[in-house]
T-cell receptor, first 116, second 119 residues
Framework: DADVTQTPRNRITKTGKRIMLECSQT?????MYWYRQDPGLGLRLIYY???????NKGEISDGYSVSRQAQAKFSLSLESAIPNQTALYFC???????????????FGPGTRLTVL | AQKITQTQPGMFVQEKEAVTLDCTYD???????LFWYKQPSSGEMIFLIY??????QNATEGRYSLNFQKARKSANLVISASQLGDSAMYFC????????????????FGQGTILTVHP
């Protein structure tokens, strides 16, 4: 079973709709992240959370909100989707405790979102 | 200014040959880590190799090695004996700060390099 899962994997929606992307992890990591990937721009950080009570804006948070419902769950919402939010969205986790070798981030499989 | 720069949008290599993917970075933090990830056409992000700013030796992981030149702020990925399965997008990323820091953990990614391995 995958350690970091994302639902849905693909979503097509219309401008103005509210969309929620969900991320769950079984790795027991305290830190979770949301990125979006656009061609030619690499991955850019939207929001990150270092524990359930800690939520921080990333590089491109405008138009997005997040919720850390539990240590294992981190959701990304688009309150009113617009076409330039069409992208591949990744959730990732990392371990602050130092038990990981390099504390590298582990990524979910991605959610491909299309906003028409 | 870009923190991570990958200047090669695309690279081609013949199977069984070595290839170097370039990455330069910019930081004033003395403590940082550099990562390389592989993204095949299926889309998942696969961690390949890590280099810490205080590491004395270049990192190696199987056919992957990292040519770390700290003074030049470069962290190039070298793939030896390329295989067809190495065809993918490759991302360089940087994490700044100490593990006890409040912002530790975030990654900044480069734009990526698409590697194509020819038979």
């Amino acid at each position: 079973d995958a350690d970091v899962t994302q639902t849905p994997r693909n979503r097509i929606t219309k401008t103005g709709k509210r969309i929620m992307l969900e991320c769950s992890q079984t790795k027991g990591h305290d830190r979770m992240y949301w990125y979006r990937q656009d061609p030619g721009l690499g991955l850019r950080l939207i929001y990150y959370s270092f524990d359930v009570k800690d939520i921080n804006k990333g590089e491109i948070s405008d138009g997005y909100s997040v919720s850390r419902q539990a240590q294992a769950k981190f959701s990304l919402s688009l309150e009113s989707a617009i076409p330039n939010q069409t992208a591949l969205y990744f959730c990732a986790t990392s371990d602050q405790s130092g038990t990981g070798v390099h504390n590298e981030q582990f990524f979910g499989p991605g959610t491909r979102l299309t906003v028409l | 200014a870009q923190k991570i720069t990958q200047t090669q949008p695309g690279m081609f290599v013949q199977e069984k040959e070595a290839v170097t993917l370039d990455c330069t970075y910019d930081t004033s933090d003395p403590s940082y880590g550099l990562f390389w990830y592989k993204q095949p056409s299926s889309g998942e992000m696969i961690f390949l190799i890590y280099q810490g700013s205080y590491d004395q030796q270049n990192a190696t992981e199987g056919r992957y090695s990292l040519n770390f030149q700290k003074a030049r702020k470069s962290a190039n990925l070298v793939i030896s004996a390329s295989q067809l399965g190495d065809s993918a997008m490759y991302f360089c990323a940087m994490r700044e700060g100490h593990s006890g820091g409040t912002s530790y953990g975030k990654l900044t990614f480069g734009q990526g390099t698409i590697l194509t391995v020819h038979p």
